[in-house]
């Protein structure tokens, strides 16, 4: 994403709220990136130690330990931190349960929040957060990072500009291990997180509303979990005159993670699979010898942290992803939960 050309005289005051995988990942983006100073942490059982955070493991990489200093304020409670008037932009990772109300009360202290997706477990509590936000200073942004990453942005943009041509059909996977959190199924149940289809296959049903609009209808199958949350979901998405699309998401994988889609155009296929490496993004043209494209940019966390940095230096609001984004992205996800537990295709 392009950041504005003129350089903001100070950093953005910082705070991460939530100290597991993704608030260590969110806090090393910020700790190299200068135009963030990153001024006070927040967590309920993780917290640094003599200014030392441990690093912690996720589904894409295990973090090392992190020097946070002595001069990174830690707070116990959120309404703390909330008061503290050197804070700017605020970064939930906590867990969905609490986004909504976090997010509000940061809001209403007159701080900007970024707030790790899902924005909340139901479209409703996302769309009072929402509203909330129109209504105040600051802004609030969905952390949709697959709109950032390298091959997926540009993916975006070939899409729009039509460069291989119409897009006539295209296929998005991620799955993983189930995530330590919720071996048990309870943690995880369709009244808390949702299951894999919340807290991992959204991230491609937003992507593909990105690239593709809002589809008319969806159409779901999957493996639900003792407590009915769908731990694997396989969607079909209606485009009465788009393409074919559809995307398969699954915390069953028994080791590992793994990312990829595969794009037909008129003129060329897109193939991207996150386990190349440095060579994740194939294109192949008709009758030309398939070509690796090299992507910039490190990944997605980076990249949208970078750009909510931008956005609140230079007074921005953020359109790269928005919280009607978000919104919308977890009114499908619904429709595709109906679409599985009654084995019907749902409008949207």
Same mark, same amino acid.
């Given at each position: 994403m392009p950041n504005s050309s003129s350089s903001p005289t100070r950093p953005v005051n910082v705070a991460v709220v939530g100290l597991g995988f +993704?608030?260590? #990942?969110? $806090?090393?983006?910020? %700790? /190299?990136?200068?135009?963030?100073? &990153? &001024?006070a942490v927040c967590g309920g059982t993780r917290l640094p130690i003599d200014g030392i955070l441990a690093g912690v493991s996720g589904n894409i990489q295990t973090t090392e330990d992190i020097d946070l200093g002595s001069e990174v304020k830690v707070y116990h409670k959120l309404d703390d931190l909330l008061r503290d008037p050197d804070v700017q932009l605020v970064d939930l990772c906590t867990p969905t349960t609490v986004h909504m109300e976090q997010a509000i009360a940061a809001l209403r202290a007159g701080k900007h929040v970024l707030c790790e997706k899902p924005l909340a477990r139901?479209?409703?509590? *996302?769309?009072? +957060?929402? !509203?909330?936000? /129109?209504e105040s200073i600051g802004y609030l942004m969905p952390a949709m990072c +697959?709109? @950032?990453?390298?091959?997926?942005?540009? $993916?975006?943009?070939v899409v729009e500009e039509k460069t291989f041509g119409k897009i006539l059909a295209?296929? @998005?996977?991620? +799955?993983?291990?189930?995530?330590?959190w919720s071996q048990n199924d309870t943690y995880s149940s369709a009244n808390d997180l949702g299951g894999a289809l @919340?807290? %991992?296959?959204?991230? /491609? #049903?937003d992507f593909i509303n990105h690239l593709f609009g809002y589809p008319q209808q969806v159409s779901s199958s999957g493996v639900a979990g003792q407590s009915g949350a769908i731990h694997h979901v396989v969607t079909q998405y209606h485009y009465p005159d788009g393409p074919v699309v559809h995307s398969e998401g699954s915390w069953l994988l028994k080791q590992g993670f793994h990312m990829s889609y595969t794009v037909h155009c008129e003129h060329a296929t897109l193939d991207y699979d996150l386990a190349r490496?440095?060579?994740? $993004?194939?294109? #192949? !043209?008709?009758?030309? *010898?398939?070509?690796?494209?090299?992507?910039e940019g490190t990944d997605g966390y980076t990249m949208e942290i970078d750009y909510i940095l931008n956005c609140v230096a230079h007074q921005r609001p953020p359109n790269a992803v928005t919280a009607y984004d978000g919104v919308a992205a977890l009114q499908i996800c619904e429709a595709e939960e109906q679409s599985v537990h009654t084995n019907k295709p749902v409008i949207i």
């Open positions: +993704m608030g260590v #990942t969110h $806090l090393r983006a910020y %700790l /190299d990136n200068p135009l963030a100073r &990153v &001024v139901k479209s409703a509590e *996302a769309r009072k +957060m929402r !509203e909330v936000a /129109d +697959m709109r @950032f990453w390298p091959g997926w942005s540009w $993916l975006k943009q295209a296929s @998005f996977r991620r +799955m993983s291990e189930m995530p330590s @919340f807290d %991992l296959h959204i991230h /491609d #049903t490496g440095s060579e994740a $993004l194939i294109v #192949t !043209e008709s009758g030309q *010898a398939p070509r690796v494209i090299k992507s």
